[in-house]
Each structure stands twice: as C-alpha cells, then as structure tokens.
C-alpha cells in the first residue's frame, strides 16, 4: 500500500505542477509555521467549536496536503496504533482507526489522565477554591497524621505536585518488588501511603515521575470540594466541552479517584480536550481554566527526561512549538499552537517499542502549506481516504500454523473443561472448543464473588481476529494458531485498552491433553504460569 500511494502522490505532483496549480503552495511549504499571515490568538474567533459532533473538511479547505496526510496515516498505522486524528482550524481533517479497533469506542488513556486531573486543578484555581498552587501540601492535608514527617516534606506545595518535583521517595519499575505504585495500590487508605511516603529530595529540585503525585491532586479535589475527581470532571469539564464518553472506573475506599491513570475517553473526545488547551483555556465564551496555566504547560519550566521538559502535568517540546498529554502504549494528545493543530494517538504499543513523537509533529507540520484554503485536491482527497480505509482493512497475523494440531489434538482437546491451581489471574477453569460453528469459542471461569464469574468469545484460527459482542468488560478481539502438535497460542485484547495478550498453552499428559502448562504474557511486562488438568 504504501508503494501505490507514494508513486500516485508523485504522480498527482507532477499533474498540478505541469498546470501551474502547485507555485503558490511550494513557496509557503518553505517553513509552515512561519507563513502564517493570522495570528493564534486570533484563531479561536474565526474557526469553530465542536457541538455534538465534530465538523470535518478536507484538508485542502484547511491549507493541508491531502496526499502527506495519506502517507502519514500509512506510516502511523505500521506502529500498531489504534487511531489517529487531526483537527485544524476547528475541523477534523484525518481521522483513522486501525483494524480491529473502531470508532467511537473509548480507550484507555493511561497518563494522559494525569493532564486532566491537572486540569482539574486549575479549574480550582480558577473558580477560587484554591487560592496559589504555591500552597503547602502539608496545610491542605492537615486532617492527616503525616507520617516522615521533615522540613523537606513541610515545603512541598501543590506546584512541586504538578511538574512532579515533590521530592517524595518513589520508584515506578512495573512488576517489580520495589514499585512504589503497587505498593500505593494495596494499601488500605492511598492518600495516607503518598503522604507518608519518605523524602528524598528537596521539593522542587528533582524531576522524578511518579504516580503518587497526582493521586494527592486527586484527593485534593475531594478536599476542596466534596467531590471526587470523577464527578467533579463530569460537571466542570466534561459537562461544558461535551465529552459523554469519559468513563473513569471505581473510587477507592476513600472516595478518591485515581489521579493517575484510569480514564477512557474516545478519540474525538481527547480531541476536545486538547482544544480547550488549543484555544487558551476557553470553550465558546466560556473561560473553563486560566489562560497562564496553559501557558506554563506549554513552557515547560522543570527539565524532564528524554529531551522534554515538564510542567501541569503536561509534557513540553518547545523547540518544536509542541505540549502535550502522553500515556503508556503511545496514548497521545499534541497541541501545536503556531499551526492550529491538535492530533491525537491511541495504541498498543510495547515498553519497549516507542513512537518518535518528534518525528509525528515534523511529519505533520510538512503536510502544512498554508493559513488559507488550498485549490481542491480530489486526487489527494481520494489517497487519504484509501488510506483511512486500508487502516481500517485487518492484516493477517503470523499464518495459522501446524496443521497436525488442528486436524489431531484440537479434536481431543475441544470442549473440555481444564481445572487450574490457584494463579494470579484467579484462573478457576478454561475451555477451548474448535468446532462450535461459526467459530471457535473460548471460555473461562474466574474466582470471584460470585464464584460464577464466566466470561465467553469467539477467536479466529485463520489469521484474523474474531470480536465478540461488548460485555461489561469491553469488547474482546482474539485470534489463535498452532505453534507446533501440541503447543498453541492465542492472542488478545480489549479494544480500547492499551494492554494486548498472549496465551501459549502447552497440552502434556500421559496421554496427549490430559493437563496444560499456560504462559501468559502481556504488553504490561506481567508475566504468569498456569498449570491445570482436565477435569473428570
């Protein structure tokens, strides 16, 4: 795909140049950001809002290049991202999703929700119930016994919280013995375990990224307004900017909301975020946060790691003119003021694997020609919307595999019912059935209350991912193959979640299929083995 759309890219090129239409664009191609002749500051009067939905253009109509936003939307996709969205000028002008994830489904945002809860700081700010983020944490929780107590943890204030330079002891190493996240997690009154936690810097001197920080922002919220973040967002943010797909999962004992991830929001959604960022804290003629707020997110003022910098919980690239929002597994929101840009990314990416964001906010601003409309590009329009369409198209995975597995073991193994030892995955029982028609099924009990948990789906065996119907927990995308006459595997996932799985069950016995040897692996770095056997 990427071949055809790169040789009828130069070839719609070479056309308009031959008619003349491409002089004028060439020479604002030059530097985008420069040719601008309207100022930012004079954008949000002369573009629109979103109502209920939001309104769409084609590129040209908002100075962009159609057929460097099809190459784009090809690139994003080979990444394993699960959508990607451009707004300029008020309007959508790419808006893709990659097969099997589909519009209008919410995703897991992860740290993205650090940024709102921030957000939701400054609407405090901005409505007087917190005078300065220049305020001691140490006065705003003096309800609580503070355990660790020093001069150090006396100085911490509200703003060391959001540029996460409390100064707090704190490691977040997922899955491993000293993460300090988990440890918050299993601890019966969360606010209490950050407060108490020891210090190990100064405040204000040490960028060090911590979940702990916004959790305290978060239970600020219940202290300052009776109210968790959660409800709190719903009437004061989500409310006004007309977000109805914010789901933010359960409050802790305490009623506190966890500040630090958990919020689903769909594509179009986060979209709508960014822009209240984009129009300097306003929506329509409403000031929702104030205006040096956004400013000091775009600023940056703490140094972070890895050539950003930091600050109201929000991420920074000045030299690139680029602030954003950034969750695990590529959970993007960037904001470009200069070009009028909001774009936004959901994925499934790896720990291991990286998007270069740097690159993304290059790739966009050279599909920028200008501050005005372009002549209609219909050849540009068309490879766009091949592209959006071709993410939107499955690819196969690894082929099926062994056929000896499928014609001999799955036989002997097809709807049976496999009984586990106890697991962390409080596994109770499995059961795979090859021939229920029209696919395969897949079931699996859980140890819960009640002891009933049962959660059931389909899963193709040709390459392909088969979703069942949405339950309580999502919609489930799996697919499996035979690694070998006794080995396989399945793949799954959420969608919407950033998480993807991996199940390899290994069947052995005395006889072939009597007990099964499960590894489980997800793109969280949590890994687990299940041992069972068949159940009499």
Avoid at 34 to 39: F, K
Avoid at 242 to 260: E, F, L, M, P, Y
Wanted: no cysteine.
């Amino acid at each position: 795909m990427r071949l055809k759309l790169v040789a009828l890219a130069a070839l719609v090129a070479a056309v308009q140049l031959l008619a003349g239409g491409l002089a004028p664009v060439a020479a604002q191609a030059r530097d985008p950001q420069a040719s601008s002749s309207s100022s930012p500051s004079s954008w949000s009067s002369a573009y629109p809002w979103p109502a209920e939905s939001w309104p769409v253009s084609t590129p040209e109509e908002r100075g962009m290049d159609s057929a460097q936003l099809a190459r784009l939307v090809e690139t994003v996709g080979s990444f394993g991202q699960d959508s990607f969205l451009i707004v300029r000028h008020g309007r959508i002008v790419a808006d893709a999703y990659y097969a099997p994830f589909a519009p209008g489904i919410a995703h897991d945002l992860r740290s993205v929700t650090k940024s709102v809860v921030g957000t939701l700081t400054a609407i405090q700010l901005h409505k007087g119930m917190l005078d300065s983020t220049d305020r001691r944490v140490a006065d705003l929780f003096s309800k609580w016994q503070i355990g660790n107590d020093d001069a150090r943890k006396q100085a911490m204030t509200v703003q060391n919280l959001l540029d996460m330079t409390s100064g707090m002891a704190w490691t977040e190493r997922y899955y491993t013995p000293d993460e300090t996240l988990m440890q918050m997690f299993r601890s019966p009154d969360r606010t209490a375990f950050v407060l108490d936690r020891p210090m190990a810097h100064a405040p204000g001197t040490t960028f060090n990224y911590s979940g702990g920080d916004p959790y305290l922002l978060s239970a600020l919220i219940n202290v300052k307004s009776g109210k968790s973040a959660q409800d709190f967002a719903m009437k004061e943010l989500f409310g006004p900017l007309g977000i109805r797909s914010a789901a933010w999962g359960n409050n802790d004992i305490q009623g506190v909301t966890d500040g630090q991830a958990g919020l689903f929001l769909t594509p179009h959604d986060m979209a709508r975020f960014g822009y209240l960022y984009l129009r300097n804290g306003r929506w329509e003629d409403k000031q929702i946060i104030p205006s040096a707020w956004v400013e000091q997110a775009k600023a940056g003022n703490v140094v972070a790691k890895w050539g950003y910098r930091y600050g109201n919980l929000w991420w920074s690239l000045p030299d690139k003119g680029a602030y954003m929002a950034r969750g695990r597994h590529s959970q993007l929101i960037v904001v470009l003021p200069k070009l009028d840009i909001v774009a936004v990314m959901t994925g499934v990416l790896r720990d291991t694997e990286s998007y270069p964001v740097a690159g993304l906010i290059d790739e966009i601003a050279k599909a920028v020609r200008s501050d005005e409309p372009l002549p209609a590009n219909p050849a540009g329009v068309a490879l766009l919307a091949g592209a959006i369409r071709e993410a939107a198209t499955e690819k196969p995975g690894p082929a099926p595999g062994v056929a000896t597995g499928a014609s001999g073991l799955a036989r002997t193994i097809s709807g049976k019912v496999y009984r586990l030892a106890d697991n962390p995955l409080r596994m109770k029982s499995f059961r795979l059935d090859f021939f229920d028609r029209p696919d395969p099924t897949w079931e699996v009990v859980l140890r819960a209350d009640p002891p009933t948990d049962r959660r059931t789906g389909v899963f193709g065996t040709d390459g392909f991912y088969r979703t069942s119907p949405p339950g309580p927990y999502g919609t489930n995308a799996v697919r499996g193959r035979w690694l070998d006459e006794r080995t396989f595997q399945l793949d799954s996932r959420t969608l919407g979640r950033g998480e993807t799985q991996t199940w390899t069950f290994a069947f052995e016995g005395d006889r072939p299929g009597d007990a099964v040897t499960i590894r489980f692996e997800n793109t969280d770095g949590f890994k687990a083995e299940l041992r069972g056997a068949v159940s009499e």
